[in-house]
């Protein structure tokens, strides 16, 4: 028999005692309705945790990469970097609030000590790591934090192409002294610097509520 997640929403109405006080057909109605049990399928909801965050992971990567794009028409290279340093993190903080859930980047390879990542995140990291160097599969995948009541999200980040390298590219080549100088003002202790196209950057990673997973489905 497959595995059963059993969720039982419960409410509870008090009733005084008089013979005119009745419940009211609505309030009847939505008793009813949160006393159902709902049954959800363990796969299901992993399928399901999958597909949100590949949308959630998808939308943060647009809005980030739209933004940092206009910076670099406005300002250049050095003046995307502050960009970043400034606002990556107050557009992520703006999808964990519409989603009611927690996403942040992390890496190994961090430049803000803030992408450092925490235990569970590393040795993801290592093995999306792992199965690159060997040419394996690299998929997103969900694991449970907090006694299964919170899904953990992780997709690899990976450098897609040569803009990235102006600020994550060998910096004998690849960045600009301009950009160096403003890399080390804002990030003194960068890791970030000599990737190639392809290299694992981080991860996207996202932590769901159980709760909110079951919601949408």
């Not at 006080?21 to 109605?29: A, D, G, I, K, L």
Request: glycine share 6%; net charge negative.
């Amino acid at each position: 028999m497959r595995k059963k997640i059993v969720i039982i929403l419960s409410a509870f109405v008090f009733v005084a005692c008089g013979t005119n006080e009745r419940v009211s057909r609505e309030v009847f109605e939505e008793v009813n309705k949160s006393m159902e049990i709902k049954k959800v399928n363990e796969a299901d909801l992993i399928r399901e945790a999958l597909k949100w965050g590949n949308e959630i992971s998808q939308e943060a990567q647009e809005q980030l990469i739209a933004a940092l794009q206009n910076a670099i028409a406005e300002k250049g290279v050095p003046g995307a970097i502050e960009f970043c340093n400034e606002q990556a993190f107050p557009i992520l903080e703006e999808v964990s609030k519409k989603y009611n859930v927690s996403i942040r980047r992390a890496s190994n390879d961090f430049r803000n000590p803030k992408d450092k990542p925490l235990d569970y995140e590393e040795m993801i990291l290592d093995a999306f790591e792992y199965n690159l160097e060997n040419e394996l599969q690299v998929e997103p995948n969900i694991q449970k934090l907090e006694g299964g009541e919170v899904l953990h999200y992780a997709k690899v980040i990976q450098i897609p192409g040569a803009l990235c390298l102006n600020c994550h590219g060998n910096p004998e080549t690849e960045i600009s002294t301009e950009t160096k100088e403003k890399l080390k003002k804002l990030y003194p202790d960068d890791r970030a610097t000599g990737h190639k196209i392809g290299d694992l950057r981080g991860i996207w990673s996202i932590k769901m509520p159980k709760k909110e997973v079951v919601k949408r489905m």
